[in-house]
């Protein structure tokens, strides 16, 4: 039965708790990218960012390994963690255009400054993925209770499933899954632009606009660059 916008135990909401280990997973990938960058394009000591990756995906993980009735610090913690992952990987942006402006004098090889703008440019598509899983109707565990017409009310991206009709939706008990949000990073890094899904909200316009920005800086910019470094 349905209670409100929650969906209790029988109702098609109920199945979709989320775990939260596909998460981890693609944080973890991101990890090992920006760790096998060379030094030059790291912020701080080598143990910093996987300090707290860590440090705050662990606790998470045995305390809430699904996106449910998440208290205001899980939620809080689960936002710091994306942040950190975001902030180093802009660091690493700017530091690989000083790089390139001074590579008269740099050690690093251009081919290894290429190579270093691919591995930035596939963690800012990581990362923006897991902003907009954590951000849209307000967090996964929201997204996993709601029932079908309190979807529209809170959503911050309008997928082509959205627009179907509320019943139709419940029948096939659609809901973004995390997947959804790596395809919506990809195509927003690679065209600048919404391909499938659109932003209907502020927060979601200004990340979609902070993703398409860095990767124009690493695609246009940084890469470019360092192709006419190898030519």
Do not use: C
């Amino acid at each position: 039965m349905q209670n409100g916008n929650v969906a209790e135990p029988g109702y098609p909401g109920a199945e979709y708790e989320e775990p939260r280990w596909h998460a981890a997973l693609a944080s973890l990938v991101a990890l090992a990218l920006y760790i096998t960058l060379p030094p030059k394009l790291t912020f701080g000591p080598y143990w910093l960012l996987p300090l707290l990756i860590f440090g705050t995906m662990v606790p998470l993980l045995i305390l809430k390994p699904k996106r449910h009735n998440e208290s205001p610090l899980h939620r809080a913690v689960s936002i710091a963690h994306i942040a950190a992952l975001n902030l180093f990987n802009v660091v690493s942006v700017v530091l690989l255009v000083i790089e390139l402006a001074n590579h008269a004098h740099s050690s690093v090889s251009g081919r290894t400054l290429l190579l270093s703008a691919g591995q930035i440019w596939l963690t800012n598509v990581i990362v923006y993925a897991l902003w907009f899983w954590e951000i849209d109707g307000d967090g996964p565990d929201v997204r996993a209770h709601a029932a079908g017409s309190a979807i529209d009310g809170r959503t911050d991206f309008l997928f082509p499933q959205s627009a179907l009709p509320a019943d139709v939706r419940e029948r096939l008990n659609w809901r973004p899954r995390f997947f959804d949000y790596v395809f919506l990073a990809f195509t927003n890094a690679t065209a600048f632009s919404p391909t499938d899904a659109f932003p209907l909200t502020q927060t979601a316009k200004v990340l979609m606009m902070g993703e398409a920005l860095t990767s124009l800086v690493t695609i246009a910019v940084v890469a470019g660059r360092a192709v006419n470094i190898l030519s």
